[in-house]
C-alpha cells in the first residue's frame, strides 16, 4: 500500500536548466497539492490540481514554473532556467476528492541549484 | 486572508515531561480544519493530530492532545511524556475554503532532552 511517491529525492542543476519534478499520489487519489519549503520556513502552497484540470494555482511564481496532473501517470512539477533562489524541498501531497480533508504527504525533492 | 501564527521559534523539553506548543490562527471560514505536522531530520511531513473546527471536543491521539479555543483562535498542542523521538519541527496548519490548500506556520523546533 504505498504511500505519496516523489522523485528524484535529490535534485541538483546549475543555473538556466530546466527541473523536473515528478509525484505518483496514493493509489485512488485524484488530486494533488505542491508546496514549497525554502530553507528554514514552512511549507507555502504552489498549486492545487486535479487529473487534466489546474483548480488552482495563486501559490505559482507567474514565470518558469508550470504543473501537470495528466489523465495517466504523475504529476510533474516544471521549473525552467533554474535559479539559486528555486533552491528549496518541493513536497506533493495527495487527497482522495475534493472533499475529504486530509492530505498525504510524500517525502519531498531536495532542488540544489548550483 | 487565513493565516497561522506560531510564536515559538524553538521549546526544550527533558524526556518524559510534558511540553505544550502554541499557535493561533485568523480565518473568515465558517467550516475548517486545523492540523499538527511534524517534521524531524528526514525531512518526512508526517500528520500527528487533526482538529474539525465544528467539533467542540479536543481531539487526542495518545500522547499527543490539543487545546482548541475557537473563539480565541487558538489551537496549542500538548505532547506528555516527552521522547526523544519527538525532538522534531511541529508545524500548525489550517485548512478552510474552497481550494483545499494548506496554510502553515513557521514552526516550532522542539528538541527533547535526555
Known amino acids: 500500500n504505498a504511500g505519496v511517491m516523489q522523485n528524484p529525492r535529490h535534485l541538483v542543476r546549475r543555473r538556466g536548466q530546466e527541473a523536473r519534478l515528478r509525484c505518483s499520489p496514493v493509489k485512488g487519489h485524484s488530486h494533488v497539492y505542491w508546496y514549497r519549503q525554502l530553507p528554514e520556513e514552512g511549507l507555502k502552497f504552489m498549486v492545487y490540481?486535479?487529473?487534466?484540470?489546474?483548480?488552482?494555482e495563486s501559490g505559482m511564481p507567474k514565470e518558469r514554473f508550470s504543473a501537470e496532473f495528466p489523465k495517466e501517470g504523475p504529476s510533474i512539477l516544471r521549473i525552467q532556467q533554474v535559479v539559486r533562489g528555486d533552491s528549496a524541498a518541493y513536497f506533493c501531497?495527495?487527497?482522495?476528492?475534493?472533499?475529504?480533508?486530509?492530505?498525504?504527504f510524500g517525502p519531498g525533492t531536495r532542488l540544489t541549484v548550483t | 486572508a487565513q493565516t497561522v501564527t506560531q510564536s515559538q521559534p524553538e521549546m526544550s523539553v527533558q524526556e518524559a515531561e510534558t511540553v505544550t506548543l502554541s499557535c493561533t490562527y485568523d480565518t473568515s471560514e465558517n467550516n475548517y480544519y486545523l492540523f499538527w505536522y511534524k517534521q524531524p531530520p528526514s525531512r518526512q511531513m508526517i500528520l500527528v493530530i487533526r482538529?474539525?473546527?465544528?467539533?467542540?471536543q479536543n481531539a487526542t491521539e495518545n500522547r499527543f492532545s490539543v487545546n482548541f479555543q475557537k473563539a480565541a483562535k487558538s489551537f496549542s498542542l500538548k505532547i506528555s511524556d516527552s521522547q526523544l523521538g519527538d525532538t522534531a519541527m511541529y508545524f500548525c496548519?489550517?485548512?478552510?475554503?474552497?481550494?483545499?490548500?494548506?496554510?502553515f506556520g513557521t514552526g516550532t523546533l522542539l528538541a527533547v532532552q535526555p
Open positions: 501531497a495527495s487527497s482522495r476528492d475534493r472533499i475529504t480533508y486530509e492530505q498525504y
Open positions: 490540481l486535479q487529473k487534466e484540470n489546474i483548480i488552482d
Open positions: 496548519a489550517l485548512l478552510g475554503g474552497a481550494t483545499n490548500k494548506l496554510i
Open positions: 482538529q474539525e473546527a465544528y467539533k467542540q
